[in-house]
């Protein structure tokens, strides 16, 4: 099987500011060990390989603005994209994936393409290889195969997936896609064990999510602005006019639950179970979980110092910071803007963005030094 990577690099990050900024968001951070979650994401799909499968260049859609930050992150690893798709503006995640659709049939190939967000982490990269091969030969037969989560909590920010039986593969039909739920009904979900954690992951013949989204989705505007893209070595720009009437709409409203309940598209989707420490650290809280503690439960990245304080998390970059009888508090330290939050609150994080961004200030966007090609300022 010919397997193409495309990795989803155009999101924003904002509920992990202060350290991801507009122009450097949180894919391409390093929140632990040396290497950016952008990158972990490329590793793990190069990882893929077997003796059935044959792993491509990464197909990576992105930002304008990112465009030389991803091929130096790339170039770090001796890695270069098959190509690098600039989005002229956004416009969630079913555009950006039939961009790379088109861009991996536009030569005639028909490659099964394995989507993932590029701010992801997993801890077990053994079970993620595991079920994502499992996925890529599940799809080569024509079906669109997602993986989900097994949840290891009742989780009320997540989307989950109600499935059916599975075969003797451990593969599972995807009954139906549920909303967020509250409380009570997540702690139900956990306790049924037939649903999953929509992780965003998903595997199909580049070919038939064209023929979905033109069965679900009218995809001319996308196919419209693909036409008349420009190309200059590995950047492929699509028609900036064309694209901006794309509608916004994200891959499982457009098509994936669409699919169970039109059974008479003929598209099916199967569920691959993935429990492989996965996180999609959407907020500092999430970043404190998957991060390593002390015996009171804080962690810390740079220099950091705890007295008589529990469960909170320290993200020093440019001096010492100290936390002296804190309990649950997240603090963000960096050059021109600090975080001091609840940690049960962190998701409001977003909010303060919002704020800069209606106050005309900077510090939503850019760091004090800004990376180029030809150096900083």
């Keep these: 099987y010919a397997l193409l990577p495309v990795i ?83 416009r969630n995640t079913a555009p950006a994936v039939t961009l790379a659709a088109l861009q991996a049939t536009a030569d005639g190939a028909d490659p099964i393409l394995v989507v993932t967000p590029a701010d992801q982490t997993v801890t077990n990269e053994a079970a993620y290889t595991a079920a994502l091969q499992k996925a890529v030969r599940a799809a080569a037969n024509g079906d669109i195969v997602i993986l989900g989560i097994t949840p290891d909590r009742p989780e009320t920010g997540f989307g989950y997936i109600r499935t059916a039986q599975a075969d003797a593969n451990g593969v599972r039909a995807v009954a139906a896609f549920v909303e967020k739920p509250n409380l009570e009904t997540a702690k139900s979900y956990v306790a049924d064990g037939g649903y999953f954690w929509n992780s965003g992951m998903f595997v199909m013949k580049a070919s038939r999510w064209l023929a979905a989204l033109e069965h679900f989705r009218i995809a001319k505007a996308t196919r419209d602005s693909f036409a008349v893209r420009s190309t200059d070595a590995t950047f492929v720009r699509p028609g900036k006019a064309e694209f901006a009437t794309v509608p916004s709409e994200s891959v499982d409203y457009a098509v994936m639950e669409q699919c169970p309940a039109k059974p008479e598209s003929g598209f099916v989707v199967r569920m691959v179970p993935l429990d492989a420490g996965w996180s999609d650290l959407g907020a500092w809280d999430a970043v404190w979980q998957v991060s390593e503690h002390d015996a009171q439960g804080n962690a810390s990245q740079g220099d950091a110092l705890f007295q008589n304080s529990s469960n909170t998390l320290v993200h020093a970059t440019s001096r010492l910071v100290a936390a002296v009888g804190l309990d649950n508090v997240v603090v963000v330290e960096t050059p021109d803007a600090v975080l001091v939050a609840d940690r049960n609150s962190s998701q409001d994080v977003k909010k303060i963005v919002s704020t800069l961004d209606s106050q005309s200030r900077t510090e939503g966007t850019l760091h004090r030094r800004v990376h180029r090609p030809w150096g900083w300022y």
């Excluded at 979650?37 to 190069?46: K, W």
């Excluded at 859609?61 to 798709?85: A, I, M, T, W, Y």
């Design 8 to 90: 989803m690099a155009g999101g924003s990050g904002t509920r992990l500011w202060p350290l991801s900024r507009a122009l450097y968001p949180k894919q391409f951070l390093v929140l632990q060990g040396n290497q950016s979650l952008f990158q972990q994401a490329h590793l793990r799909l190069q990882a893929l390989g077997a003796d059935d499968i044959e792993v491509g260049k990464p197909c990576v859609v992105g930002n304008e603005e990112h465009r030389f930050l991803v091929l130096d992150q790339l170039r770090e690893l001796k890695g270069e994209p098959s190509s690098l798709l600039l989005e002229p503006v956004g």
